[in-house]
């Protein structure tokens, strides 16, 4: 049965699921919200979009990471003591000047012992998975024409042995390189002995530079790894996820392309990114947030755009995708861009107050961008107290959402200290003063006299989950006893086993089944703002334990049995790991 027990390869062009028998289940070309070449992950037959290496009478897998890479290896074994070993990864290093992040995936396979015998299977898809490419070969290559694109294997294999599916015993070690159609001049083996080598040592070298929490070392490099491999080079965007359509529970239908760069999402990932010490990536997602809100011309945000900010999403199924363990429908855009999410403002406010503040940044807010940035403040001032689909994207109804309303409040509030800042004290004090009144309305018409605690809409008397960020983004101070009192009431109403719901009400299709994982991050946090640090401890090693074998976390989890839904790599899942676990470690000056 298919599962999440995946591991993420990828460069910040392309990436691609890898699962334990080292076959390729999900990769998009040429970049992430591309057509899926590979989507067995999806598909109900296995007759093609994958590219596999099967080992005669294989009886055992290992799998693991290089430490401290994207690069995976993978060693299978046969019952005649034959091994073979795989090495997938895409090459990502410093060249002439330049990042050197081709389009590429890069796979070389070594003989540890024995007579092993395999067959190499390359069957990608094309056309959402409705059709196969034409192929054509050459005398080390073969090429695969699709309508949209070629992709060309180069490598010193057989291309009999390639093209027929015929099994063969390896003596030594092959290379494969999958890309572009463009034609390597090098020996194969050379290049892919150069690419592993350089890859390594930019991975390698990276983490070097992380600022991490001295407790849970591991954890956090995996997590720091993965978001760096869902941030699109090219704009700076970063997605939520790398793929589509696998489901939030089973049979549920909530299925939906996350292959997009949501603004809700800003605050979070560029906390975890500062905090990280990783200000490069940080500074090329700012910049994408920051043109975004720039040109939106006076128009309202959108909650999501496409990693080029292109800003129509129309949302399509793919009927010849059947879905992750067949269950459908297979989504590819999301309509979600359509949406009024009134949280935008704030996300996106919140985000690109860094760059007035943060002194590593190359390049530095002014006084024209904060111009450009009070005209989200004036959206938020309108709408704060208006109907939106809410953090949760909500498609069949809309309420005055609480979180949707702070963070209206924020805008205006960060709008007051960056003018602070540039020694605009009139602005400055125009925005306290819209900040004031805002927070004065919000602390009515949220409160909820009867529950004792905030609720998640005007004059409602719900709770949800993003009510444990009233401290985080400064509503509130961590201490305030109607902080206190809603992070417990949020505990009752929501927590199941280790797990927050993101809400228990029914929605469009129904009650909710799993738990929403970053909530039970955000709760974490809660519980050490509120004093109850080695309850936040407790649970977060229990929350450490569910990720998959390579520590990486999918959107949504089952309570009862542990299992990993909805799609994979979730962002806002690793930034939720890598937020939990800085705030928890003991400092480094304390361990020792």
Not at 128 to 147: E, F, L, M, Q
Not at 516 to 531: G, I, K, P
Request: charged share 25%; with cysteine; aromatic share 12%.
């Amino acid at each position: 049965m298919k599962n999440l027990d995946l591991a993420l390869i990828g460069n910040c062009t392309i990436g691609a699921l890898v699962d334990g028998r080292a076959n390729f289940t999900w990769g998009c070309f040429p970049r992430f919200d591309g057509d899926p070449v590979f989507c067995s992950l999806l598909k109900d037959t296995d007759d093609y979009g994958f590219f596999s290496v099967e080992l005669t009478d294989c009886e055992q897998t290992e799998q693991h990471y290089l430490e401290n890479t994207a690069i995976l290896v993978t060693r299978l074994y046969d019952r005649h003591g034959g091994a073979v070993e795989v090495t997938d990864f895409a090459p990502r290093f410093g060249q002439y000047g330049r990042m050197f992040r081709p389009m590429m995936l890069v796979r070389r396979i070594k003989r540890l012992s024995g007579s092993p015998r395999i067959t190499l299977r390359l069957r990608p898809a094309c056309d959402d998975g409705a059709g196969r490419p034409t192929v054509t070969w050459g005398s080390n290559h073969i090429r695969y024409v699709a309508p949209t694109f070629t992709l060309r294997l180069t490598t010193d294999a057989s291309l009999t042995a390639l093209l027929q599916e015929t099994p063969f015993f390896l003596e030594d070690t092959i290379t494969l390189l999958l890309g572009s159609d463009e034609t390597v001049h090098e020996a194969v083996s050379e290049v892919g002995r150069h690419f592993l080598e350089e890859t390594a040592q930019y991975w390698r070298e990276w983490v070097r530079s992380l600022g991490i929490p001295y407790e849970w070392q591991e954890a956090v490099i995996r997590a720091a790894i993965t978001l760096k491999l869902n941030a699109y080079d090219d704009t700076g965007a970063i997605v939520a996820a790398m793929t589509s359509s696998i489901p939030e529970a089973a049979n549920s239908g909530r299925n939906w392309d996350y292959r997009y760069c949501w603004l809700r999402d800003g605050y979070f990932v560029v906390n975890a990114l500062n905090r990280l010490g990783a200000t490069r990536t940080m500074e090329r997602y700012l910049s994408y947030i920051v043109n975004i809100a720039a040109n939106s011309g006076g128009k309202p945000l959108q909650p999501v755009y496409g990693i080029d900010g292109r800003t129509e999403l129309e949302e399509r199924e793919v009927p010849a995708l059947a879905g992750f363990r067949g269950m459908g429908p297979v989504r590819i855009g999301n309509l979600a861009y359509r949406q009024v999410q009134h949280d935008v403002y704030g996300s996106s406010i919140l985000a690109a107050t860094h760059i007035f503040f943060d002194q590593r940044l190359t390049r530095r807010g002014d006084e024209a961008l904060f111009r450009r940035l009070e005209h989200l403040g004036t959206q938020a001032i309108r709408c704060y107290d208006q109907p939106d689909a809410g953090l949760w994207e909500l498609r069949g109804s809309a309420r005055v959402h609480t979180f949707s309303a702070v963070m209206c409040w924020a805008a205006c509030d960060r709008l007051a200290r960056i003018a602070d800042g540039l020694g605009l004290s009139e602005r400055a004090e125009y925005w306290r003063d819209q900040a004031r009144q805002l927070h004065e309305t919000i602390s009515q018409r949220a409160w909820n006299q009867q529950r004792g605690s905030f609720v998640s809409t005007f004059d409602g008397d719900a709770m949800d989950a993003s009510l444990l960020l009233l401290a985080e983004v400064g509503f509130l101070e961590a201490g305030d006893p109607r902080f206190v009192a809603t992070v417990n009431m949020v505990e009752k109403d929501l927590r199941r086993g280790d797990f927050i719901f993101r809400y228990v009400e029914k929605d469009d299709f129904g009650e909710p089944e799993n738990a929403f994982l970053v909530c039970t991050f955000w709760y974490v946090n809660a519980l050490a703002a509120v004093d109850r640090r080695e309850e936040a401890r407790a649970l977060f090693e229990k929350l450490l334990a569910h990720r998959n074998r390579h520590g990486l976390l999918a959107e949504h989890i089952d309570p009862n049995s542990g299992e990993q839904w909805g799609n994979f790599v979730q962002t806002y899942s690793m930034v939720g790991l890598i937020n939990a676990a800085i705030r928890l470690s003991l400092r480094w000056d304390q361990a020792f």
